[in-house]
């Protein structure tokens, strides 16, 4: 299990580049007000917190049972799309009472499941199998795990699809990430050539 840091981390400069970058050339052209950068705050909060938020659990575990079990909270897997549900919601509720505005505490709810959902691709990643797909299905799926075994025991046509499958998944959670970016304001600007 990737520690907290990492995840903040990955999700931030693996699937944010455009609000790091954008951020980063808005400050050293002097374009930001401060309510800008309070809007870059609630951003960088809704996305720490939620790609933190599959692993909240130990905290209340350490505390309370003296061990850092992280993976259910009640009798929901936090490692699973169901409880990803948490992190979207609670995103759109803090984003409506932001900017009341239903539409981007939607943008803002994507931004918070992209952050989740980096949190499991890392997950899976470093350890393998989650319960992705809890309730439906109940045993571990590794997105990941084909990628990491010898073609010759799987057959080279299985393990590229396990290849396209993986990297499918990657590129999807940047695109909700990036969606919900430019519609909360980041952007790369393109000027046409003449």
């Not at 840091?5 to 999700?11: D, E, L, Y």
């Not at 790609?51 to 929901?76: E, R």
């Not at 939607?106 to 797909?133: K, N, R």
């Not at 309730?135 to 590229?160: A, K, Q, R, T």
């Amino acid at each position: 299990m990737p520690y907290p840091f990492a995840h903040f981390m990955f999700f931030m400069y693996c699937f944010s580049t455009v609000a790091v970058y954008t951020t980063i050339r808005s400050n050293l052209h002097h374009k930001l007000t401060l309510k800008d950068n309070l809007h870059i705050l609630l951003l960088i909060f809704v996305g720490g917190f939620s790609s933190l938020l599959p692993d909240i659990p130990a905290v209340y575990n350490y505390f309370v049972n003296d061990n850092l079990q992280h993976t259910m909270f009640w009798i929901i897997p936090t490692h699973s799309l169901l409880f990803s549900y948490f992190a979207f919601m609670l995103a759109v509720f803090i984003g409506y009472a932001v900017y009341r505005d239903l539409d981007k505490a939607a943008y803002l709810g994507v931004f918070a499941e992209a952050a989740f959902l980096s949190h499991l691709l890392l997950d899976d990643i470093a350890e393998g199998a989650l319960t992705y797909l809890y309730p439906l299905y109940n045993e571990p799926i590794s997105v990941f795990s084909y990628m990491d075994m010898d073609y010759s025991d799987i057959g080279f046509s299985n393990y590229i699809i396990a290849c396209y499958v993986s990297i499918f998944f990657v590129i999807c959670v940047m695109v909700m990430s990036i969606f919900a970016l430019n519609k909360l304001g980041f952007e790369f600007e393109y000027k046409s050539l003449k």
